[in-house]
């Protein structure tokens, strides 16, 4: 196996969308990294996932808020949480730029 790509390498400068690189699938799980370079969920938008997501910043930093909590949650790098199953949950801002691994897990 000689490609070993990195994490780290190639966040753009800035673009309109976030990136979604999916690096592992397997059955009942999915790992992905995400490049933000400052996007927020549109307005009255809100993620609902059939399964569980664990996300985790590498670099950079961002704000998720979800349905249930008063203010949002700031995450700075090396910061990591568990968004369990239909936990409705938006961005509100990401640094440029921000570097997510995401890890996607099947419904129970």
Known sequence: M???PNLYAGPPTRTDAEIFE?????????????VSTGQASPP????DQDGDEWVAVLKGSA????ADEPAPRRLAEGDHLL???QCRHRVERTANPTIWLAVH???R
Do not use: M, N, Q
């Open 22 to 34: 999916t690096l592992l699938t397997r059955p009942g799980i999915r790992v992905e990294r995400i």
């Open 63 to 66: 704000e998720l808020r979800f």
């Open 44 to 47: 009255g938008f809100w993620y």
């Open 83 to 85: 968004i369990p199953a």
């Open 105 to 107: 897990l099947a419904p």
């Open 2 to 4: 000689s490609d070993h």
